[in-house]
């Protein structure tokens, strides 16, 4: 119950122990929830950091009142996480920054940048791309459908792929899910060997290849303004690492999520983080794929749920109820 906090089972285990029997030593605490002594130790240990236990003259420790220990700690909690929340942000401008600067530096190729303007030369050099892959290819795909012509296409490119021992991992949208044609050919990759995960949300489109060459849009998540191959080493090692995290927490194409222990589903989550992000409710239903009318039956969904009025208060809620954590807000 506790975990969101920091808190172990063991740990809040030997917290409650220590309400129901005040002034207990470490040595009753572990025989009382059934660990070694060792690890009673480390419960105390970890509970008076908190500042939700305190030592006592006699050798034993007292258990600060829950409702004032654990409230004060969810505040703490709550302004590490809005700190962490302006950091990441920062970040993210940091990002879009350079990815402007580099989109606006030239039309040409250098070292580190090509850009790449028009349909015809963008799907020329995907297949460039994609074929010159000897390990592994990673991608971001915030589509709800794949066009049959791009399936047809697409399907001997990644026959030769595997052909070349090429590994191959996908995240598509959630909504791609209503889509049979769509959800048959990314069955038939999974079935070829490749790996297939979906997410209610994708930051852009992405394409990255052997962890040394990335494509990604210049200005929109559909390349109509033209793309950037980027070559560059920090770029390409930071846009890894965005696709890990999302890899992460994305889930199987077959597989449906299952509603958390806050009885808190993955879209009414996003819905949160992309509230905490300042997007409205058309924006929001944007980056999901679903329409305005959804988002905001699920907006009104929460706001009641939480017993908020608005919807920065909604986001002071889930924060200290513990259903948006630091990871949610990257």
Not at 28 to 49: R, Y
Not at 75 to 95: A, C, F, K, M
């Amino acid at each position: 119950m506790l975990e969101s906090l920091g808190i172990d089972k063991n740990i809040e285990s030997v917290y409650v122990a220590l309400l129901q029997n005040p002034g207990a030593s470490v040595r009753v605490l572990a025989e009382s929830v059934g660990i070694d002594e060792s690890e009673s130790t480390e419960a105390v240990n970890v509970l008076t950091g908190l500042s939700l236990v305190a030592p006592r003259a006699d050798g034993g420790y007292a258990a600060i009142d829950p409702e004032v220990g654990l409230s004060s700690l969810l505040t703490d909690q709550s302004h590490e996480l809005l700190q962490r929340q302006r950091e990441i942000e920062q970040t993210r401008l940091g990002v879009a920054t350079l990815l402007a600067n580099i989109g606006g530096a030239g039309h040409g190729r250098d070292s580190d940048t090509e850009r790449v303007i028009g349909r015809e030369a963008i799907g020329r050099r995907l297949r460039e791309l994609e074929q010159s892959c000897v390990e592994e290819m990673l991608s971001f795909n915030p589509q709800s459908s794949i066009p049959p012509e791009h399936i047809e296409e697409s399907r001997p490119l990644f026959e030769d792929s595997l052909e070349r021992g090429v590994r191959t991992r996908m995240v598509f949208l959630e909504s791609i899910r209503r889509d049979r044609p769509s959800v048959e050919y990314l069955d038939w990759i999974g079935a070829e060997g490749g790996l297939v995960r979906v997410t209610p949300s994708l930051p852009v489109r992405l394409l990255i290849v052997d962890r040394s060459v990335a494509f990604v849009p210049i200005s929109d998540r559909h390349c109509s303004g033209g793309a950037l191959v980027v070559k560059g080493e920090t770029l390409v090692t930071a846009m890894v690492a965005l696709f890990h995290d999302v890899w992460r927490s994305a889930v199987p194409l077959g597989r449906k999520r299952k509603r958390d222990d806050n009885d808190l589903s993955d879209q009414e989550r996003h819905v949160l983080q992309m509230w905490s992000r300042g997007l409205t409710d058309d924006a929001v239903a944007r980056q999901l794929h679903v329409s305005p009318r959804t988002v905001r039956r699920i907006s009104a969904d929460l706001l009641e749920r939480l017993g908020a009025q608005s919807r920065f208060q909604a986001g002071a809620l889930a924060i200290a109820r513990g259903w948006l954590l630091a990871h949610d807000l990257v």
